[in-house]
């Protein structure tokens, strides 16, 4: 991915789901991982991910306790500090939400993004078929391994992205990524990363002028 093509996809991006998205945050419920459950269900289906509230919510609020004790865990990290190391962190949370009944993998990766905006990146169906090569998405194939697979591999691109960033002056590493923040209203490179993805790879797929 080059600076110019993650421009080209995130200026795609419908408008609409931008204003759910920015409604959701202001609302606050984001910021609490232990409250806010049906609010935040309904926020996933809608954004289609058809989660059944008869089972998911009932199932969130009894591991509601646990859950945000894994996103305490990793409030400090981000999608730049993802390594090898840190990522056993982040599979906590992934397959505590994948033993929820009714939760799919897309609704797994939005609801971990409503609770640490700078490190899980959103994906669907489409996105995981793209990246993977595997028709079938469901919790046997869209696993904990293979999301943390996605996320790597978006940080690199991400970097990539970096490294490509046109700069008038030699500046250092992080001034090259606070600008290149600077170039999208200074987004989450996660919800940045979602924009791309959802225009070059999601469904519906959007024509890249």
Request: aromatic content about 12%; overall charge positive; charged content about 25%.
């Amino acid at each position: 991915m080059d600076f110019q093509s993650l421009t080209s996809g995130w200026k795609q991006y419908p408008q609409f789901y931008d204003f759910s998205y920015n409604n959701s945050i202001q609302s606050g419920i984001w910021n609490d991982p232990l409250n806010f459950i049906k609010e935040k269900i309904q926020f996933l289906n809608d954004w289609g991910c058809r989660a059944d509230r008869k089972t998911v919510i009932p199932a969130i609020e009894q591991c509601r306790i646990q859950f945000n004790n894994y996103i305490q865990n990793i409030r400090d990290m981000d999608l730049l500090s993802l390594t090898s190391y840190n990522q056993d962190r982040l599979k906590d949370a992934y397959e505590l939400l994948a033993q929820v009944e009714g939760l799919g993998p897309t609704g797994i990766s939005k609801y971990l993004h409503m609770h640490n905006r700078g490190l899980f990146i959103m994906w669907d169906n489409q996105i995981f078929r793209d990246y993977f090569h595997i028709k079938i998405v469901n919790k046997t194939s869209a696993t904990s391994q293979r999301y943390l697979k996605f996320l790597s591999r978006m940080r690199d691109e991400l970097l990539d992205a970096v490294n490509s960033l046109p700069l008038s002056t030699n500046i250092s590493k992080p001034e090259a990524i606070t600008e290149l923040r600077s170039h999208f209203n200074n987004e989450t490179f996660p919800r940045i990363l979602d924009k791309y993805n959802y225009a070059t790879r999601g469904q519906p797929k959007l024509k890249i002028k």
